[in-house]
């Protein structure tokens, strides 16, 4: 004679208890009560259960992806430039650079986005160029660091010249400190060297203004002051 088992019956939901932790967990789900793994001597940790995390998208959009870059180009940079760069249409950048231009111009910003020499640039608008000169020429500490007297001594020297080859003559990469000339307003772009493309720079006519001086004619010879030796390589100053 079989026995007739009575599962055990949960009085305050009238709902037979499980018998196993398998059978926990399979009534959990389909009540919707988060199951906690690794629970109970018999839990189930080979369970084919999914777990789907919220699809979080942490990528920027176009146009703050390209506002990123405008922000340190210290060129115009072409648009098919930027669709490389950022694995994006060629079309779909034209549009987001057009785009930010105009918002820019509407909103009555303090820069804008311009297009030149075939690519797009950040410049300071027209409407606060007085103010932009009076923080460069006067808002600026007038003394200069001994990293900024080298390079535009080499720049003064051997203008017009490249970049690459006053971190050359210093030893050290300069664009630090290129831009802080920059932005002082003694050395500007002076076009490009034929053979590399790379920009060449000279002193500003506020480079003679600050010394002083005429013209550049008028700058101190260098010979007092280059070290005492036989044989001195010229062309690395």
């Not at 060449?200 to 005429?214: A, K, M, N």
């Amino acid at each position: 004679m079989t026995a007739d088992v009575t599962p055990s019956v949960d009085p305050t939901t009238m709902m037979p208890l499980a018998t196993s932790a398998r059978e926990r967990d399979e009534m959990d789900i389909e009540q919707g009560v988060p199951s906690t793994p690794g629970t109970g001597e018999e839990a189930d940790i080979t369970s084919d259960t999914t777990v789907v995390l919220p699809d979080v998208d942490g990528e920027p959009s176009l146009s703050a992806a390209v506002e990123a870059i405008l922000m340190v180009v210290d060129t115009p940079v072409a648009d098919v430039t930027l669709a490389q760069v950022l694995d994006r249409p060629r079309e779909d950048v034209a549009t987001a650079l057009t785009a930010l231009a105009g918002e820019y111009l509407a909103q009555g910003r303090g820069f804008e986005l311009r297009e030149v020499a075939g690519g797009w640039r950040l410049y300071s608008a027209a409407s606060c160029e007085r103010y932009v000169e009076r923080f460069v020429r006067e808002g600026q500490p007038a003394r200069l660091t001994q990293a900024s007297l080298e390079t535009l001594a080499v720049v003064a020297y051997r203008q017009p010249v490249s970049r690459a080859r006053i971190s050359a003559v210093r030893g050290v990469n300069v664009e630090g400190v290129m831009r802080t000339l920059i932005s002082r307003g003694l050395i500007e772009e002076a076009g490009t060297e034929p053979e590399s493309g790379a920009i060449l720079y000279r002193t500003t006519t506020y480079f003679l203004e600050r010394l002083g001086l005429p013209s550049l004619d008028d700058l101190p010879e260098l010979a007092p002051f280059l070290p005492d030796v036989e044989s001195f390589d010229t062309e690395s100053l």
